[in-house]
């Protein structure tokens, strides 16, 4: 099995920013596309931001410019990292990853969750 284990979310004001994390382990061969989600209350899960194996990137239009998603294969980790935060980036992140396993399939993975919540 493959578990991703997402970390960084808190609490951080208007303004401020914030690195999440997300480390991939367990029966992987190699890691294709990885990515970045949300979820706010009420809402649909939403793509933020997505990278590529070979490093290309593409953004939601509500957060470009604000945030930048990069990866570290030789640790099977995506990070996202997120500056000029606002109020109505609130939301539940969840990471993906899309994962050849050892004991063969291509499948995509997903983390736990971590809350952001921006608040003064």
């Known amino acids: 099995q493959v578990q991703l284990v997402e970390s960084g979310g808190g609490l951080v004001q208007p303004g401020g920013s914030l690195r999440l994390s997300c480390a991939a382990s367990?029966?992987?061969?190699?890691?294709?596309?990885m990515g970045w989600y949300r979820q706010a209350p009420g809402k649909q899960r939403e793509l933020v931001a997505g990278?590529?194996?070979?490093?290309?990137?593409n953004y939601a239009d509500f957060v470009k410019g604000r945030i930048t998603i990069s990866r570290d294969n030789a640790k099977n980790t995506v990070y996202l990292q997120m500056n000029s935060l606002k109020p109505e980036d609130t939301a539940v992140y969840y990471c993906?990853?899309?994962?050849?396993?050892?004991?063969?399939?291509?499948?995509?993975?997903w983390g736990q969750g971590t809350q952001v919540t921006v608040s003064s």
């Open positions: 993906s990853q899309n994962v050849l396993t050892t004991f063969g399939g291509r499948y995509d993975y």
């Open positions: 990278i590529t194996s070979g490093g290309s990137t």
């Open positions: 367990g029966s992987i061969f190699r890691i294709f596309a």
